[in-house]
């Protein structure tokens, strides 16, 4: 592969030597922002390749601890007994009971009631007390010998009694479980029988009662119906009557009767006086149109007959001719009759309206005896019919509750067949708990939820500095480099420079893999530090970090060690003066240093070290720890660095620890470019953060982060180290 080189490159490359470009490995400078600061879902799968083992090993103890406590748990059967409630059969064998039809739309109301009676202790005590179940499901375990008694004395609850309705149905199920499957058969059909015995026992209850309480009516209606009886029957001895009702019927019609007869009465006599009054004036022809008339107009014929006889013969006889005195005698003879029938005629009227007469004044008073008579009766009934009304209702009464208590008693000793037992329980053949496939099942999923949640949520509480792009997502800063795990060095990077060369080169000449990714992860840093500003060269560089132990003085040693190996001028100062640690990466003393430099005892130069193996390269060590180092880092500091950037080509400046420190903020401001050391996978983000918001106020060059320690486990930004190793291979001669 061809690499085009530039000139910092070709001026960073050590005389004499020919350019050989290094290997590659990824700096995170991270891209610009997206529109969206979201995770990536690669991250989530990342969470999960990393965490596999975890989660794998989570999970299969959780199904064989589910497999292990499922095959101990002693197996529970369940036996069902279903039961039919049919609400239209009738509640009773006679009377309105019988043939009582009625459509219900609380369906849902009846059953939940139910349900709530099957589970009552009224059902449960006895089938608890046969079956001695409160002991087998160990309810008095935990409870002292004292309240035993009184537990038992409480109402019983079955935990093991499920009693359920499927939906639409007049089904109820009652399902009991037990370790014993011919028990849970026996109990189930136990309860069944138990609340139908206690519905009819709450029916038959009902009906006793109500048939005493209807007794006790009977008795005071039953003296009721006697007195109403007594005082109708005293009431018809009163009127000497069997039935008033009759009676005032017999006087109405009798009443009736003789007033159309006295009214007939009345107009017979009038004419009947009329024919009087006329017969007695003398008129003839009134006495003709009576009702005697026929008699007298036939003896007035026989007179006009007599007369023309007696005018012929007189006109043919003289007085003493026998014709003649014929004749005379018989007209005489006849007008003697005559006269006597006209006066019969006029007796019979005058007999006969003396009659009508007498007939309509006995009319009238026995009208008017009828009418006293129908009015008194008629007055009296009234009373009598409030009498008969009162007694015909207390004898129906009397009777109906007569009735209703004989058909409540009839009904009270059937045992209807509305509630029914259409499925007897059977004891089961296989357990329903627990099942060792379904508990598996629910063990390898829920367990793997869990684990990946756990994952996922431990993986979101981090807020350590983990990869470049959580550095870039959420610190808006550059990531200078990645430096990963040395194993074989316990986590921790010895001296940099032992017998007469430094520790990369040992460690690049004996091929140790986790050492040569180290130095070329140290090259690599190197190089995106010096080459990142192109604008202005880069002659003092400032290594601190937020806090201890984050790996900034190793870091600082080995970069001022990479750079003199390219035979570059380079300083390297220890400006930690409470903990100074350069002098042990060389193996070299510290009896003098900056501290002295500082308070002008000695001048820089003398106090410069010069480590074995590396000839470009100068340590000025801290010296004697100081504990008012802030008070004596100050323009010293800046005459001392603008001196050796003269002279040197990189000044690097291990700094303290930026949290808590007063000098590292006076060295920031000091030098061209501030690097920040943090520790993968340790160092706090919002510690990180408050370092960068201080150097940045303080308008110190901050060029970005170093990622320390890192390794595949932290993010997958890091794959490339297990690369690495396989990359450089030693070659065999031929």
């Not at 003789?258 to 017979?268: F, K």
């Not at 006209?342 to 309206?353: D, F, G, L, S, T």
């Not at 983990?466 to 550095?471: A, L």
């Not at 008070?631 to 949290?659: F, K, N, Q, T, W």
Request: with cysteine.
């Amino acid at each position: 592969m061809n690499v085009e080189r530039t000139d910092k490159e070709i001026m960073l490359a050590p005389e004499g030597q020919q350019f050989q470009p290094q290997p590659y490995f990824p700096v995170a400078i991270p891209e610009a922002p997206a529109a969206q600061q979201g995770v990536p879902l690669s991250h989530y799968l990342w969470i999960l390749r990393r965490h596999r083992w975890k989660i794998l090993s989570f999970v299969i103890a959780a199904v064989l601890a589910t497999a292990i406590v499922s095959s101990r748990i002693t197996p529970i059967y369940e036996s069902t007994t279903t039961i039919d409630i049919d609400r239209q059969t009738p509640s009773g064998v006679v009377g309105q009971e019988s043939t009582k039809q009625t459509t219900f739309n609380d369906s849902d109301q009846f059953l939940a009631t139910q349900i709530k009676l099957v589970q009552s202790d009224s059902v449960l005590r006895p089938v608890a007390l046969e079956y001695k179940l409160l002991s087998h499901e160990k309810q008095f375990e935990d409870m002292a010998p004292a309240k035993i008694t009184t537990a038992e004395q409480s109402p019983v609850f079955l935990k093991r009694l499920k009693v359920t309705r499927p939906t639409n149905t007049y089904l109820m199920l009652v399902s009991y479980r037990s370790p014993d499957p011919q028990l849970a058969a026996d109990v189930a059909n136990a309860i069944a029988k138990s609340y139908l015995e206690h519905t009819y026992n709450i029916r038959f209850r009902s009906s006793a009662s109500l048939t005493s309480f209807m007794e006790k009516q009977l008795e005071e209606l039953r003296a009721k119906m006697e007195r109403s009886s007594s005082a109708l029957g005293q009431f018809e001895r009163e009127l000497n009557l069997i039935n008033p009702e009759e009676k005032t019927n017999i006087t109405s019609s009798r009443l009736l009767q003789l007033n159309t007869e006295y009214t007939n009465a009345q107009a017979d006599r009038v004419r009947k006086e009329a024919a009087f009054h006329s017969v007695r004036n003398g008129s003839l022809e009134a006495a003709q149109v009576s009702q005697q008339g026929e008699p007298l107009r036939r003896i007035t014929e026989k007179v006009n007959e007599a007369q023309e006889k007696f005018s012929e013969v007189k006109s043919h006889f003289g007085a003493n001719h026998p014709e003649y005195r014929k004749a005379a005698a018989h007209l005489a003879e006849v007008q003697r009759q005559h006269d006597r029938t006209r006066q019969n005629i006029a007796q019979r009227v005058e007999i006969e309206y003396q009659e009508a007469v007498n007939r309509e004044a006995m009319l009238q008073k026995a009208v008017g005896e009828s009418k006293a008579e129908f009015d008194r009766i008629n007055s009296r009934s009234f009373e009598y019919q409030s009498l008969k009304r009162e007694a015909d209702a207390d004898k129906r009464l009397y009777e109906e509750l007569v009735r209703k208590i004989r058909e409540a008693g009839i009904n009270a000793s059937f045992q209807n067949s509305s509630i029914r037992i259409a499925d007897p329980a059977r004891p089961a053949l296989k357990p329903v708990f627990p099942n060792i496939k379904v508990n598996i099942a629910l063990a390898f999923v829920f367990a793997t939820l869990l684990a990946i949640g756990a994952a996922i949520v431990g993986d979101s509480l981090d807020n350590t500095i983990r990869d470049p792009e959580q550095v870039a997502r959420t610190l808006k800063t550059e990531v200078l480099g990645s430096l990963p795990v040395v194993k074989n060095w316990r986590t921790r990077l010895g001296p940099v420079a032992q017998h007469g060369t430094s520790t990369a080169l040992i460690a690049l000449t004996e091929g140790n893999d986790h050492a040569n990714t180290y130095a070329e992860a140290i090259r690599t840093l190197r190089n995106s530090i010096l080459l990142s500003d192109f604008d202005r060269r880069l002659r003092s560089l400032l290594v601190t970090s937020a806090s201890p132990g984050e790996g900034k003085s190793t870091i600082a040693a080995h970069l001022a060690a990479t750079h003199a190996e390219q035979h570059h001028k380079t300083l390297l100062i220890d400006g930690d003066l409470r903990r100074p640690s350069v002098h042990k990466r060389f193996g070299i003393p510290s009896t003098t240093g900056l501290t002295n430099v500082l308070l002008r005892e000695i001048p820089w130069r003398q106090a410069l070290i010069k480590p074995e193996g590396l000839p470009d390269l100068d340590v000025l060590p801290a010296g004697p720890v100081s504990r008012k180092a802030a008070d004596i880092v100050g323009r010293g500091l800046l005459d001392l660095l603008e001196e050796a950037c003269a002279e040197y080509d990189l000044v690097i400046l291990d700094a303290p620890p930026l949290l808590g420190f007063a000098e590292p903020l006076q060295m920031a401001t000091s030098v061209d470019g501030v690097v920040v050391v943090t520790r993968a996978g340790e160092t706090n983000r919002k510690a990180v953060a408050a370092v960068i918001n201080t150097l940045t106020r303080l308008r110190a060059n901050v060029m970005g982060i170093v990622l320390n320690q890192c390794h595949q486990e932290l993010s997958d930004s890091y794959y490339y180290y297990s690369h690495y190793g396989k990359y450089y291979k030693p070659v065999e001669k031929a």
